[in-house]
């Protein structure tokens, strides 16, 4: 386990001995260090040394802000308009693509037609799949959704879920230009 380091000081060392002799004349034999740190904290005024962090952790959240989220990365719509001729005008995978960087978006749209929070036997998912695409190869696509993480199956393979999952930027873009065009 990590020690975070938290800055200790106290206004009057005259003050913090006296409070620190008192609280040790009141124990018997040596205090652990969880007690040294109670001790050590109200003696600079704070409850316990839980409080203590608190404060030293409120304090560095207000003088050192998180800087601020990298803006969302820009999308290629030139690109989602060149991935969107791998389908047809009823929204069907026409062929495989064969660039990687092509593959993954029009997975997404397979993905984002798959029942949210449902289990399909293989046969189900053969099904929906083979009425989205146009080359035959369901098995590809099973596979594929699976290797991208978008999908589980069992080991057996006999059943299949969609993973929930926030699409990247171009895939969101390009669900929402076929969702448009075909209506």
Known sequence: MSRTVLPFSAP???ALARSLHAELAKREGIPGHLELLNML?????FRNFQHFRAQAAAREAV???????PPAPEVDFAKVQRIA?????????????GKHSHREPCLWVLW?????????????ISELLGTWHLFEDHALL?????????ATRTPDGREYRRLERQP????????????ARNG
């Open 168 to 179: 990247p930027p171009e895939a969101l873009a390009l669900i929402r230009h076929l969702a």
């Open 142 to 150: 099973r596979r594929e959704l699976v290797d991208y993480g978008l």
């Open 12 to 14: 009057d060392m005259s």
């Open 41 to 45: 904290a109200r003696a600079a005024g």
């Open 85 to 97: 001729r791998y389908f047809d005008a009823a929204g069907r995978l026409i062929r495989w693509p």
């Open 112 to 124: 984002s037609r798959l029942p949210a929070g449902g289990t399909l036997d293989e046969r189900a």
């Open 63 to 69: 003088e050192n802000p998180a800087p601020p989220p």
